[in-house]
Each structure stands twice: as structure tokens, then as C-alpha cells.
DNA sequence: AAAAAACGCAACCGCGGAATC
DNA sequence: CGATTCCGCGGTTGCGTTTTT
């Protein structure tokens, strides 16, 4: 079928973005929130699309951003999710509160890919089919963490209390950050009990499981477990 | 000092999938 | 139940800035 284009591109406003429109796109999204992203520039007199409204409010306006070089741990971390995730920057991105997938992608691409071997590059073909791998060695690793202790992985979980705790209104719609989006990418297998079990399993006192837990902690966790080298089994990209 | 090259970031594009009609 | 709309994601591009020659 043919697909109708997000927005009537004529007469619309490209490229960078001026702080009236800013502050036009901001104040609006406060007052009226933004459940459609398409009307939303119609009804706020901006002269965008609606993708554009959303990306620059997902990016840059939205509270709870976290603007800045990326620390180390931030890196290492992103290296690490990477490995395992492949280049699935939303939910990489869900692992650091504060960064956008936009933000982790243009970092990974521009600095953390130099730091890989050069032959550990995959033609892009056969990254798709490791990636599922990953992902189903990832959910291998979990449940048998699970059944024995509180998993490492129990960060899954976490993603959830993380967002919560950045009060931010597009939690309710979009970028969700939930069981949904890593359901999304083919780890259907795993129960929805099984994320809460995990969360509610005896001596669970990951850092991680603590809602307003600080970043910091967030990355040495990972850098913990990195250095462990708990996640050697997984295959490299 | 000027030109070229490299870098980094913001934004756009097109696709897939979920939701709705 | 197929058609259509909308959203979100990942890849890519454009352009300003910085570094190198």
C-alpha cells in the first residue's frame, strides 16, 4: 500500500530549530501534553511535522535530559550494552536515564566504534542475525540467573523504575521504556511473570532495583559486571 | 593565513509495526 | 479483516566547527 507521507512537507520549517519554536513546542506540551504528535504543530501554530515536534521534544526539550560529554562509565556502559544488544539505541538508551537514543547512537558512531577491533565489524546482513542471537543468549543468561539468585540482568526490570523516577510525561505515551519494547524485538519466550518474579526475588539489593538510584551506581554495576567477565558467553559482534 | 580534511551533532528520511477505522 | 493512520526506531545526511596541512 502506499504510504501517506507523516505531513504535508510544503510550506514546513526544516532543519535547525529556533528557541520561539522551542518555546512554542515546550509550553504547548506542558499545558496540553502531546497525544498526537501529528496535529500537535497544527494546534500549537508551529510550522513543523509532527516528527519533527516529537524528536526535537524527545531530544532536547523534554525534562530529565541530561546534556554534556558522556562520562566514562556512560561509555563503558553503552560498549557493553552494545555487545550484547547490537545497535538497538532505544534500548541502550533505556539503560542510561537522562540520554537519548539520538544522543548514544551519534556517541557510539562517532567515538565508542573507533575503540572495537575493526574485524569484530560485521557486514550489516549478518549483524541482524547476531543480534537475535544476543538477544536470545541474553535471555538464556537471565533465566538461569533468575532461577538461582537475583540476576544480573535484572536491570530489564529496572528500566522501568528508572523512568518512572524521571517524572517524565512521555512515559504515558511514546518512548515507553517497559516489558513492551524489549517484548517488541523477539524475546517473546520469556514470561511476564518472570520480570517480576526476578524483581521480588529474595536478596535481590541490586543497586539497580532502587528506584532513585543515581546513575553512578547504574554504571558500576555494569562495569562490575564487565569486569567479572560474567558475560564472556555471549557471542562478539 | 588559507584551504582541505576530519569530526561531531542535530535533524531528516523511510520503514515496520501497533492501533484504529 | 483489510485498509489506513500514526508512532517510534535506526540509518543516514547536512552543516557548522575544529584540526591538520
Redesign the pocket.
Known amino acids: ?1 502506499v ?2 507521507p ?1 505531513c504535508e512537507k510544503v510550506g514546513l520549517n ?4 529556533t528557541p520561539e519554536e522551542d518555546q512554542i513546542l515546550a509550553s504547548y506540551i506542558k499545558k496540553y501534553g502531546h ?4 496535529a500537535l504543530p497544527k494546534e500549537a501554530g508551529l510550522l513543523r511535522c ?3 515536534c ?3 521534544w524527545i ?2 526539550l523534554r525534562p530529565g535530559i541530561k546534556r554534556g560529554n558522556f562520562t566514562k562509565e556512560e561509555e563503558d556502559a553503552i560498549i557493553s550494552l552494545h555487545q550484547m544488544l547490537g ?5 541502550i538508551a533505556m539503560m542510561l536515564p537522562g540520554r537519548t ?3 548514544i ?3 557510539w ?3 565508542l566504534k573507533k575503540r572495537l577491533n575493526p574485524n569484530q565489524i560485521l557486514p550489516k546482513s549478518k549483524r541482524k542475525m547476531q543480534r537475535q542471537d544476543n538477544l536470545n543468549s541474553i535471555m538464556e543468561f537471565s533465566s538461569a540467573s533468575a532461577s538461582e539468585s537475583c540476576s544480573d540482568f535484572s536491570f530489564f526490570s529496572c528500566t522501568e523504575s528508572s523512568n518512572v523516577t524521571e517524572g517524565d510525561s512521555n512515559n504515558a ?3 515507553d521504556g517497559s516489558l513492551e ?1 524489549i517484548h ?1 524485538h523477539g524475546v517473546e519466550e520469556i514470561d511476564e511473570s518472570f520480570w517480576t518474579e526476578t524483581l521480588s526475588m529474595n536478596g535481590c539489593d541490586s543497586p539497580l532495583m532502587v528506584a532513585d538510584s543515581p546513575i553512578e551506581e547504574d554504571m558500576s554495576f555494569w562495569l562490575r559486571i564487565f569486569e567479572a567477565g560474567e558475560l564472556q558467553g555471549f557471542p562478539e559482534i
Not at 35 to 38: G, S, T
Request: proline share 0%.
Open positions: 500500500m504510504r501517506a507523516c526544516k532543519g535547525q530549530w497525544e498526537n504528535w501529528r509532527g516528527k519533527s516529537r524528536l526535537r531530544n532536547y545497535n538497538r539505541w532505544s534500548a537514543d539520538n544522543e547512537k551519534n556517541v558512531n562517532t567515538h505515551s511514546g518512548n519494547s517488541d
